[in-house]
């Protein structure tokens, strides 16, 4: 069974910043995934970063503002988002991804995951 836990959320202001990290089990991923999900809103993928080289990819509504990274020894994967907006509120999650064709253009698409942690909420707000 693997394993996801992510940490790091809260409540923060307008332009304010938050960390958020998520720590997968088990070894052998291709990739690290962040999603979030708003209240009536679908799960967005907003970033993806390989484990073994660092190649990162970012949703056009945080590019700019978030950066991914990861620690591949400890099987975990870092999200540093400053310059909060309120439309950043949402729970956020991590998924483990097994690599598959053409992943750099298809890796925002949740149905692709089997694997999720509990999430974290992120509550911007004034």
């Known amino acids: 069974q693997v394993q996801l836990v992510e940490s790091g959320g809260g409540l923060v202001q307008p332009g304010g910043s938050l960390r958020l990290s998520c720590e997968v089990s088990?070894?052998?991923?291709?990739?690290t995934v962040w999603f979030r999900q708003a209240p009536g809103k679908e799960r967005e993928g907003i970033s993806a970063?390989?484990?073994?080289?660092?190649?990162?990819y970012y949703a056009d509504s945080v590019k700019g503002r978030f950066t991914i990274s990861r620690d591949s020894a400890k099987n975990t994967a870092y999200l540093q988002m400053n310059s909060l907006k309120p439309e950043d509120t949402a729970v956020y999650y991590c998924?483990?991804?097994?690599?598959?064709?053409?992943?750099?253009?298809?890796?925002?698409?949740?149905?692709?995951?089997?694997?999720w942690g509990q999430g974290t909420q992120v509550t911007v707000s004034s």
């Open positions: 998924a483990a991804a097994i690599p598959w064709l053409a992943f750099e253009n298809s890796w925002y698409q949740s149905e692709e995951y089997d694997d």
């Open positions: 970063i390989r484990m073994g080289d660092g190649t990162a």
């Open positions: 088990g070894m052998g991923y291709y990739a």
